[in-house]
């Protein structure tokens, strides 16, 4: 498989703190963002700290150190305001003067605004480097969180415009920071692990989504979608592999319509890309997505992917995927995805598997981010 090659140890050491989202082992998609970013930084010889929001938190388990980087969990409260922000102020103070590089993660989280609030107040020749991945989608997940949004979007242009650099993970992303706060990112997108890389598609019976599982995934859609497909002959189960407060609810109306529904929490690395790898279709329905990371190692490994719009343009030419329009009524997307799935096995059965296109790994990623954002 072809890497991109470059000479990152060129690159002068750094000193980088991350900050403002959930850590290890908490898993979603921006954790897992910054942990691969982390380490290839901290594997290159960077000195990486990562300091994040969480709940509960337990007094002794605070602060550790794991494949070389330090972990600072700071107990946060409703909204992730956090619990003792006068300690959270005297920690940054002390240790921002010796950081190179600060990145915050998430404007969807407000944490990060205690975090920049810090970095404000420091005189201008002590301040690092600010850089801001927003992994902004537009709005929020909840009604409460939409209207909270009226006043938040305020607050993250502020912080926005005062970084030395803005990075978005997507076009898509870019055109809505653009739109919204009048900002020029650069784009750097996501890469995969290599071993993405040694799985093969090898399609069985069933779809497969895994991530949060929360009302905005549009988890309902899902199960009513391949409710509806048994009467095109394609008759499917689904596995949904995550955590959430809506599991409840999608297990009782997958149960009320008779799908069969396989429920996994997350699994270890190399037993969820075998099942990803043996799934005739990844989906995700989201609409509130930035860049699903999910979606891009399903389609790495050349597993067709069924998302929407307007954020699933972006893996258009990434693959075997269909993008689907929620405008559209059910019916029609019921008969375009019979026809894309039809399509596709058909072309597998005949052609085989063949990688369609040629997915970045975090390495090189990793280059970018020294280059085009720390520099």
């Known amino acids: ?6 000479d990152i140890t060129s690159v002068l050491s750094m000193n980088i703190l991350m900050a403002g989202e959930t850590c290890p082992p908490h898993i979603g998609g921006v954790e897992t963002v910054v942990e691969n970013v982390s380490a290839t930084l901290a594997a290159l010889g960077h000195k990486v700290h990562i300091i994040c929001c969480h709940k509960g938190v337990e007094e002794n388990r605070q602060q550790y150190t794991s494949n070389g980087i330090l972990y600072i969990r700071c107990p946060v409260g409703l ?10 102020k005297n920690y940054l103070t002390r240790i921002l003067k010796d950081v190179d590089v600060l990145h915050l993660h998430n404007v969807h989280n407000p944490f990060i605004y205690f ?7 420091l005189y201008k020749n002590q301040r690092p480097r600010l850089v801001i991945t927003p992994h902004y989608h537009g709005t929020g997940h909840t009604l409460l969180a939409k209207v909270l949004w009226i006043s938040w979007r305020r607050v993250v242009r502020a912080m926005l415009r005062s970084a030395d650099c803005v990075h978005a993970v997507s076009e898509y992303e870019k055109s809505l920071l653009e739109r919204d706060f009048e900002v020029n990112p650069v784009i750097i997108e996501h890469g995969v692990r290599e071993d993405v890389l040694q799985c093969k598609w090898s399609p069985e019976d069933y779809f497969i989504y895994s991530g949060r599982i929360e009302r905005y995934k549009r988890l309902d859609y899902v199960i009513r979608l391949v409710g509806k497909l048994r009467v095109h002959g394609l008759k499917l189960r689904l596995l949904i592999i995550g955590r959430g407060t ?20 997350f699994l270890p690395r190399c037993e969820y890309l075998e099942r990803l790898s043996k799934a005739v279709a990844f989906i995700n329905l989201s609409e509130h997505e930035a860049y699903s990371l999910t979606t891009l190692e399903a389609v790495s490994i050349g597993v067709p992917a069924i998302v929407a719009e307007p954020w699933g343009r972006h893996f258009a030419n990434k693959g075997q995927v269909l993008i689907l329009n929620f405008k559209k009524d059910l019916r029609y997307n019921v008969k375009v995805t019979s026809a894309f799935l039809k399509e596709v096995l058909s072309s597998q059965k005949q052609y085989g598997v063949k990688r369609l296109w040629r997915p970045r790994l975090w390495r090189d990623v990793v280059y970018d981010y020294l280059v085009k954002l720390y520099n």
């Not at 909204?79 to 959270?88: E, M, V």
């Open 79 to 88: 909204y992730g305001i956090p619990r003792n922000n006068d300690k959270l």
């Open 246 to 265: 809506y599991l409840s609810k999608i297990l009782s109306l997958s149960k009320k319509l008779s799908i069969h529904l396989e429920y996994l929490d």
């Open 115 to 121: 975090i920049w609030k810090v970095w404000q107040n």
């Open 1 to 6: 498989m072809h890497s991109e090659k470059h």
